[in-house]
Structure formats: C-alpha cells, structure tokens
C-alpha cells in the first residue's frame, strides 16, 4: 500500500465502538499506554471482526516505536488496570478488554454522570447548526496559489508596530 500522506477510506480505516471512545477519551490514561492502545486498535478493529488480533510485547513495541521497557511498563499497567487482558488461548499475547465497567481507573463515561449529559449537549449543539455551504473548499481558494496565505500581513500592522527597533538618536 502506498501512504502518501493523503489518507483515503479505500485504504482502510479504523471503525471502533462510540461508547468504547469516549470511554477511552474521558479515562486518565498515561501517554505511553494510550500508544499501546491505539496500537491494539488498529490492530484489532482495524482488521475487521473476524480477525480481532492479540499483540505479543515484542509486537507493540516494535510498532508503537517504544523501547521495550517502556512498552513492558505500559502494558503492565494495562494489564493491572484490566484495560488490557491476556488472550486466553496464549498468556504472552494481550487484547483490549472493551468492558470499560471492568476497568480499574477512573473513567468519565461511566464515573462522572454529568459527562454523558455533556456529550449529548455537544452533539445536539453540533448537529443542529446549519451546515455551511463552503464546507470541503479549501480555504486558500481566494488565491491563485494553492498554499498560500489569502491574507498577507500590512507592512505597518500593530504586530509590526510593538516589535519595530527605537529609532538612533
């Protein structure tokens, strides 16, 4: 597959549960354990349900480009947390455990009552707005230039002004 830094949907994507995100996004995570998941997801959900992948420690540090320390630590925690579980079928391999209810820290979704009635309000905020009739131009289309910034800077702008050098006497 050919990555061009242009992401496509025929090149695959990633379609993971609503509740299991938001979970995710409202649980207080640690940076390199949040790279250990997202690994798993791609991973797993990725590849379609049938093939819900469990990642050996070698796996997970090869390919979220962490040290194998960091990546023993992170999926220790993980593990202890009960965020990631052991596949049954071979302990040295590890799975997300998508019951966020078993999880061991806190986690928005399902701790903080108010933070479903914030999602809700969000949505319904976002959703309701009218939709604007420039979505999808790209904003630099005043210009003849693709990439080049519509609005140039004044020569004798107020940025200009508080950093210009005092004059020599």
Same mark, same amino acid.
């Given at each position: 597959?050919?990555?061009?830094g242009? &992401?496509k949907?025929?090149?695959?994507y990633?379609?993971?549960?609503?509740?299991? !995100?938001e979970?995710l996004?409202?649980a207080?995570i &640690?940076?390199?354990a949040?790279k !250990?998941?997202?690994t798993?997801?791609?991973?797993s959900?990725?590849?379609?349900?049938?093939y819900?992948?469990?990642?050996?420690l070698k796996?997970f540090s090869?390919?979220s480009?962490?040290?194998?320390g960091?990546t023993?630590?992170?999926?220790?925690? !993980?593990?202890n947390?009960?965020?990631? =579980?052991p596949?049954?079928?071979?302990p040295?391999r590890?799975? !997300?455990?998508?019951? #966020?209810?078993?999880w061991?820290?806190?986690?928005?979704?399902?701790?903080? &009552?108010? #933070?479903e009635?914030?999602i809700k309000a969000?949505?319904?905020?976002?959703? =309701?707005?009218p939709l604007?009739?420039?979505?999808?131009?790209?904003?630099?289309?005043?210009?003849t230039?693709?990439g080049?910034?519509?609005?140039?800077? &004044?020569?004798?702008?107020?940025?200009h002004l508080l950093?210009r050098?005092p004059k020599?006497?």
């Amino acid at each position: 597959m050919d990555r061009e830094g242009h &992401p496509k949907e025929k090149n695959g994507y990633v379609r993971v549960f609503n509740e299991l !995100l938001e979970a995710l996004i409202s649980a207080d995570i &640690p940076k390199r354990a949040w790279k !250990l998941i997202a690994t798993q997801i791609r991973f797993s959900f990725g590849c379609g349900p049938q093939y819900f992948t469990s990642l050996t420690l070698k796996e997970f540090s090869h390919l979220s480009r962490l040290d194998k320390g960091d990546t023993h630590r992170a999926l220790r925690w !993980l593990v202890n947390t009960h965020i990631f =579980e052991p596949d049954p079928d071979n302990p040295h391999r590890f799975k !997300l455990n998508k019951f #966020y209810h078993q999880w061991r820290i806190k986690v928005g979704l399902r701790d903080d &009552p108010e #933070y479903e009635k914030e999602i809700k309000a969000t949505l319904k905020k976002h959703l =309701e707005e009218p939709l604007d009739k420039t979505v999808g131009e790209t904003p630099t289309n005043l210009s003849t230039n693709v990439g080049e910034t519509p609005t140039a800077i &004044p020569r004798r702008s107020r940025i200009h002004l508080l950093i210009r050098t005092p004059k020599k006497r």
